[in-house]
Structure formats: C-alpha cells, structure tokens
C-alpha cells in the first residue's frame, strides 16, 4: 500500500517516512498541499496523510482539490495539525477529509488509523474477515452540556438490559472527568474505566474485576473515581478498552459527553445508533447543527442518527416543529418534562424507568426500542 505523506517540516516527514516504511508501506513524500496534489496525481497513492498548516497551499485547500477530481475523490485522507481545537476539527472534517490527528502524533495510533482506512477502502471481496464478533454499539451524545445525556443513557441500558434479556448489555461511561452514570444508577464499582485501561493494555483484561450490575440488568463500567486518575488516560488506550469490551457483550450504551476530540468522533464512527440528545434552547440547537453537519461529514448519516427532544423545562416557546425546522432533520421520540419524577429518580439513585410510570417513561422505552 502506498502512503503519500505531505508536509512541509522536513524531521516530519522523514519520521513518519521512517515508522511507516518499516511497517510495509510504500512512502512517497511532498512540501506543501500544491506539491501533494500534483503527486496524487502522478503517483496514485492509497491514502494521504498531510499536514494543515502549510505555504502554497494548507491541508484544508489539499482535500477540497482532492475531493473535486473525479480521479482520486475516494482516496481516503488523515488530516495533521497541531491545531486541537474543536473548529479545527470541524472544518478538517467539512473540507472532506476521512480523519484529523493532533499533533504531536502517536505513530502507533496513526498506523491503526491508517490500517482501518485502508481496510475499508478496499473492496469487499478482498477483505479477509477474521476480526472476532463485536457487539453493537449505541452511543448517547449532544452537542451542548446539560441536556440530559446520562440520564437518557442509564435508563435505555435498564431498558434494554432488563433481567430476562437475552442480550448482555454494558453502559460505559466516557465522561472520564465528571462521569455520573454510576451515582444515577446506584452502583458502587469495585473498579472502572483506569483498571480497565491498565489491564487491556497491560496483562489482559479481566472484566469481572471492575464491571457492576445493576439489579435491573445491565452491567456497568464507570468513569474513573477522580479528574488525576482521568487525565492519565490516553484516548488510544480508552479505544483500546471499548474494541475489547465488544467482544464480550452482545451491546454497549456509550455516554459520551459534548466533544469532537478524536476518542469521541471514534465512538461516533463506529456506533451502530448515535443518539443525539437536544434540549429546546436556541444555543444547544445551533450547537447540534453543527454536530450534526460532523457526523454526516464522517459518514454517520440520518440512518444510523436518532434525534431525541428532551424538554427539561415546564414550559418552552421551542416545539417540535421549530427543532425540526432548525436542524432540517426530524426529530425521532420527544421525552417530555418530567417534573418533579426525573429529580426524585437522580437523587435517588433509581432510574426513572424502574421507579416511575407516565409519559416520559413511554418515551424513553420508545426510544430503546428504535435502538
């Protein structure tokens, strides 16, 4: 497979010259985006890994002319900045590219990303399917905090993880830094999310040693216990953990919080469902528009989206229609207000779903059953 990379820091280049041809690939290199294109089109590369910030013409610049060539339009791209924040992120993935790495860049997980592309650019005949079965993946988002995303999550893993199910469920919390899910449901793990990482990446991973069920069901793997213990975590090694998750539950419920950082826009690309949680407020909808323009940009399009409408206040001058209308897209199950039985179920520590009837809980078990 040949790998074209562009960038205009020479110690760069020969870097990832270096890593990338002593893992098999065949390396051609250029100095800037105008010199890249005229490569791609000479050369035929199977995947472009180029910089952002360069003279001439920048990254962004590289994969638009790429994108418009009807010749080399599905070579897949990695966009490389040392740029993190989240608008840079976004407009990487409005320009067309595939996916944007901060630098500086872990070559490892560089060559994993490199290899998935590559693997799903090629035709299905000549893939050889020998991964193990993975479990699905529903994710539980928004683009704009205090939407509701973890409760929504802890009671669609009651719903589907019901004792009785047929089906092993495992709600994961990937709010490393402030994660709730363990105190809405009322769990007191013996470990979580850091045992999980040390141990995947480490001697093997024993599940038992840090999962917790719920009596109603579904199994548990929480954030870690403080914000040190979460800034240790790498989001390599978090991938790493969820991969290896999936091999032995038939489904995860992932709440993950407002982010377009790589581990979240991962979860994103490889969940089955991607739950988007909006309340009726002008700021979190012009926020889940532009979500929503990121996740058909990486193929994660109106199929595989559920749009839900969670009104968190008694009354609001935002319906239905006006959502939908603003986010050009509908809305797939309106969770009313709640009152007073969404407080007593948080604080209590019992999902609404177990503790209480009404409409909300009908939502939310419409919900699960799309999923």
Known sequence: MKVLIVDDEPTVRKLLQRYLGEHG??????????????????GGPDLILSDVSMPVMDGYELVRTVRADPAM??????????????DDMVEGYRSGADDYISKPVDVEVLRHKIDALLRRAQPRSEVEVVAPTLGRMVCVTSAKGGAGVTTVAANVAVLLGRSGSEQRVCAVDLDVAHGDLQVLLDLHPPGGLTEAVRDVTGDGAQWDDYLVRHPGGPWLLAAPQTPLEASELADASISEVLAALRTSQDLLVVDVPPSFGELALSVYEAAERVVVV????????????????????????????????????EKSLIDRARVEAFLRRPVSVVIPHGGRAFLEAVNGGRPLVTSHKGRAVDALAELAGLL
Do not use: C, K, Q
């Open 25 to 42: 690939y065949e390396i051609a290199v250029a100095e800037n985006g105008a010199e890249g294109v005229a490569a791609a089109r000479e």
């Open 73 to 86: 339009a599905s070579i897949p791209i990695i966009l490389l900045s040392a740029h993190r924040a989240s």
């Open 278 to 313: 909006v309340s009726p407020e002008i700021t979190a909808l012009r926020r889940t528009r532009e979500l929503l323009g990121v996740l058909e940009t990486i193929h994660a399009g109106e199929d595989r989206v559920l749009l839900v409408l969670n009104n968190l206040f």
